[in-house]
C-alpha cells in the first residue's frame, strides 16, 4: 500500500520534520491521515504526535509559514492545532494537529483519562483501532517509515475494524469507539472483526456516559455514509441503537393479525434512506427520510376489512420532529423546520396520482412545499420500495405525471414562491383591527381562494374578496380606507 501524497502535502510535512529536528523532538504522523491516505481517501486533517511538548512543537511549525498561522493552544490537554490557508477558496485548509505521546488510563465511572507522557508504542497502544494506529516516522534516521504494531495495513487490506487491545478495553477506556467502529465499517464499507463486534454488544450500556453532541456527531457522519442503512442495522444488531435512538427501534417488526401482516417499517425506512442517499448528499434530506415513517408505531391500528392502517403518521410524525431533534441536540432551527415539513406533506404527491386531480389541489401543494419541492419528490420517489418491480415502475410514472402537473401549474400561476398580496397589516389597517382572530381568517380565506382558484392572483381581485369575507365578519373598512 502506497501513501497518496500530493506535491503540497510532502512539502508540509518536510517542515513539520525540519522543525521536530532542530528541536530534537521524535515526531510522528498518525491516525486518520496515515488511514485515509492509505486508502486513497481524500482529507486535510494531520495528527502528529511527538514524545515531548507538543505546544512548542506547533508553534515552531506554525513560524515556519507565511503568513504565519494564528495557533490555538490547549495547555490542559497538551495538544495545539493551526489552519493553513487553502489553495484556492474551494479546497479546505489543511488542520494540522500536535499533540504529546501520552499514555491515558480511565476511571470506570467516567471519560476523563489521566494523562502521563509516554512513548510512540504507548501512544498507538492508547488508540481506538489498527487502521488508526498507524504512524509514520517524520525522523531524520527513519523518515517515511511506517510503524504497525498492529497487523493495521493487514486490516486495510482486508477492510476490517478491530481494536489493537481486548475490546472490552478499548471500549470501556471510550464507549464511543463502539460507535465509531460502527461508522467507519459504514463510511469505509470495512466489517467488524467478531472479536471486536462482541465488545461492542457487551459494552453497548456504556454508552449512556457519552455526551449526546459526541453521539450526534457520529450519527450525522453515518447519514452522510454512501449506504448509511449499513451502520444503523449494525447500531441496531449492536444493541446501542434502543440506547440512542429508541423511536427508531420502535419501527422494528411486523405485526400480523387475521393472517395480515405489515412491513417491517425499520427496514423499509432503511430502505428510503439508502435510496434518498443515491439522489442526494443533503444531511437534512437524509434525516427526512429517516424520520418520515417515525409515527407510524404511534399511529398504527388494525381496522376490520381494511387491514392495518397508519392514518395521520405524517402529522403525529411531524409533531415528533422536533422532540427528536431536541433530544439528539440536532440544530432546531430552519434545516429542522424542513425536516419537519417534509415529514408532513411526504403523502401529498402520491395523492395527486389518483385520476381527475384538480389544478386547485397541484396549486396547493406546491404553495405548501414551495422550494422544498424537489426535496419533497426526491423522498417520494424514495419511498416506493415495493419488490414487484412493475408496481415500483408504475409508481414512478406517477410521479413523473406528478411532476409534470406542477410543472404546468407552476408556469401558469407561479406558486412556489407566492406570497398572498394582502398582508395581515393591511387588514389590520384597514378594519381598524389588532393583531386577533379574525385577521387570520381573512388572511387565510384570501389565500384559499386564490389557491382553489376562486379569484385571480392579483391585488385588486384579492382587495375585493378581503372586504367581502370581511363583511360576512360584520367588519366594515374604518373610515378614510
Ligand atoms: N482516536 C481514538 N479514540 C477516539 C477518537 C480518536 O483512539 N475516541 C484516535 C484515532 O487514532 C484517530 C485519531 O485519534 O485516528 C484522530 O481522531 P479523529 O480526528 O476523531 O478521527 P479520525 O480517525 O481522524 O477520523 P475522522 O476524522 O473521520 O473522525
Known amino acids: 500500500m502506497d501513501i497518496q501524497c500530493t506535491q503540497k502535502e510532502l512539502a508540509l510535512l518536510q517542515e513539520v520534520a525540519t522543525a521536530a529536528t532542530s ?13 485515509d491516505k492509505l486508502l486513497g481517501r481524500p482529507t486535510t486533517d494531520i495528527d502528529f ?7 512548542e512543537l506547533a508553534g515552531a511549525v506554525a513560524a515556519r509559514f507565511r503568513p504565519t498561522p494564528s495557533v490555538d493552544y490547549f495547555k490542559s490537554f497538551g495538544t495545539a492545532h493551526f489552519f493553513l490557508r487553502p489553495d484556492s477558496p474551494d479546497t479546505p485548509p489543511y488542520d494540522l494537529e500536535f499533540v504529546g505521546a501520552r499514555k491515558e488510563s480511565y476511571h470506570p465511572s467516567s471519560r476523563k483519562p489521566s494523562v502521563e507522557p509516554g512513548t510512540i508504542q504507548d501512544d498507538q497502544l492508547r488508540r481506538d483501532f489498527t487502521i488508526n494506529a498507524l504512524a509514520i516516522s517524520l525522523n531524520p534516521t527513519t523518515y517515511g517509515q511506517l510503524i504497525d504494531p498492529f497487523g493495521g495495513i493487514g486490516d486495510l487490506d482486508k477492510g476490517v475494524i478491530r481494536t489493537p487491545l481486548s475490546p472490552d478495553t478499548t471500549f470501556s477506556d471510550d464507549p464511543l469507539r463502539m460507535m ?10 470495512f466489517t467488524i472483526d467478531s472479536n471486536t463486534w462482541k465488545g461492542i454488544v457487551d ?12 453521539i450526534t456527531d457520529e450519527l450525522n457522519k453515518i447519514v452522510e455514509a454512501r449506504i448509511p442503512s449499513v451502520g444503523f442495522d449494525l447500531l441496531y444488531k449492536s444493541g446501542l441503537l434502543k440506547l440512542i435512538f429508541p423511536q427508531l427501534v420502535a419501527l422494528v417488526g411486523a405485526e400480523y393479525k387475521d393472517g395480515q401482516g405489515h412491513k417491517d417499517n425499520f427496514y423499509h425506512t432503511l430502505q428510503v434512506l439508502d435510496n434518498v ?8 434530506l437524509r434525516w427526512a ?19 392495518w392502517t397508519f392514518h395521520g403518521h405524517e402529522v403525529v410524525g411531524g409533531r415528533m420532529v422536533p422532540k427528536i431533534f431536541t433530544a439528539l441536540k440536532l440544530p432546531l432551527n430552519d434545516k429542522m423546520k424542513f425536516v419537519r ?5 411526504h403523502l401529498r404527491p402520491i395523492s395527486l396520482t389518483k385520476e381527475n386531480i384538480t389544478d386547485s389541489a397541484v396549486r396547493r401543494l406546491l404553495f405548501d412545499a414551495g422550494d422544498n419541492f424537489e426535496s419533497l419528490m426526491i423522498l417520494c420517489e424514495a419511498d416506493i420500495t415495493s419488490k414487484n418491480k412493475q408496481k415500483v415502475k408504475r409508481f414512478l410514472d406517477n410521479f413523473l405525471w406528478v411532476r409534470q402537473r406542477c410543472r404546468e401549474v407552476e408556469e401558469k400561476d407561479h406558486i412556489r414562491n407566492w406570497q398572498p398580496p394582502i398582508t395581515g397589516e393591511l387588514i389590520m389597517e384597514v378594519f381598524g383591527l389588532s393583531p386577533s382572530k379574525p385577521v387570520g381568517i381573512i388572511k387565510d380565506a384570501i389565500k384559499d381562494a ?6 385571480p392572483n392579483s391585488y385588486d381581485a384579492a382587495y375585493a374578496f378581503m372586504l367581502k369575507k370581511a363583511a360576512e365578519l360584520g367588519l366594515v373598512p374604518v373610515a378614510g380606507q
Open 180 to 189: 465509531r467502529a460502527i461508522r467507519f465499517a459504514t463510511q469505509l464499507g
Open 277 to 284: 442517499a443515491k439522489s442526494s448528499t443533503d444531511r437534512w
Open 341 to 345: 415539513k417534509l415529514v408532513e406533506l
Open 49 to 55: 504526535v511527538c514524545v515531548g511538548d507538543a505546544l
Open 450 to 455: 386564490m389557491l382553489d382558484g376562486e379569484i
Open 203 to 214: 459494552n453497548a450500556e456504556r454508552i449512556r456516559i457519552i455526551s449526546q453532541e459526541r
Open 289 to 307: 427520510a429517516l424520520l418520515h415513517d417515525i409515527a407510524k408505531p404511534a399511529t398504527k391500528r388494525f381496522e376490520e376489512g381494511h387491514g
Open 23 to 35: 528541536l530534537q523532538r521524535e515526531t510522528y504522523l498518525v491516525g486518520g491521515f496515515v488511514r
